[in-house]
């Protein structure tokens, strides 16, 4: 018999065409460019970064560039309302620290990476890779949000990816 | 000619399919409990609220209970750092003030209200009806976040809406 063309994809429920769809698309695909700071940056310096570039996350990192931390615009609120000397507390005292960090890499999927920013309710999750000959460091070659996400659901709304 | 079933449908482009399911979801379907402080709380105590709650945005009402303005986790963090005294400060003046909030309602599509949180660069849109017989009023019924659209994608990723 002669194959029926389209039919065996037509059968299938669309939820299942989306979700596959959705599975396709790799972090690699759409993360941003990571913001970061030193690790003995103040906390107030690092508000002033995240005003100035704009992001809720910062990446914190050491002296050689790698990830030693990740400071949110919730880390720093606590922070502020606190009532220390902000220019002279260090990032490093209200960072979340590695390894407890909650990353990505660039061929993960997006919906895999989605799944950690909501079961461990955080905002944005750095992109690394792991740099060779050094064991436990990672360097940060990227960024993923929730407004990464809310654009990427934008795109397929309107049909454009 | 006798129909030839689900053929139409499996000619059609993928991405198509998908921005078609996309546009069904309406906000009334995912929208979650707005949160929300009185307009003469102070600073501090929205801060507090805010961490309670675990949220990122306060709705701020009037005193009967209508929508007078939104308040940010940036908003407070901008003040916090400003250096007055959080606990005088009424959160009314660091908030976005009615007409200037973006609002969605519940029969608007995600779609549309996640495009006006790309656009306006806001993490939370409250979800408002019109108060009848009280032109310019609003009650907010909702709220509807990049979170909100980061759990829908997860949903939508794993075949499950």
């Known amino acids: 018999a002669r194959p029926r063309v389209g ?3 037509s059968s299938k429920p669309t939820q299942a065409l989306v979700a596959e769809e959705i599975k396709k698309i790799k972090v690699g ?3 941003g460019l990571p913001r970061a700071v030193k690790v003995n940056t103040s906390v107030y310096d690092a508000v002033v970064t995240m005003f100035l570039e704009d992001v809720g996350t910062l990446m914190v990192v050491d002296n050689e560039g790698y990830l030693e931390g990740v400071v ?3 880390d720093l609120l606590k922070a502020a309302i606190g ?6 507390m260090p990032v490093s005292v209200v ?3 590695m390894p407890n960090i909650i990353c990505t890499t660039s061929d993960e999927t997006v ?3 989605a799944r950690k920013m909501i079961e461990h309710e955080v905002d944005a999750l750095p992109v690394v890779r792991p740099v060779e000959g050094q064991e436990k460091k990672v360097e940060v070659i990227g960024r993923l949000t929730k407004t990464t996400i809310t654009r990427l659901f934008v795109e397929l709304g309107e049909g454009g990816r």
């Open 72 to 74: 949110s615009r919730k």
């Open 83 to 88: 009532g220390g000397d902000l220019q002279k």
């Open 29 to 31: 695909d759409v993360k």
């Open 95 to 97: 960072m979340t620290r």
């Open 7 to 9: 039919y065996f994809l």
């Open 111 to 113: 919906l895999t990476a």
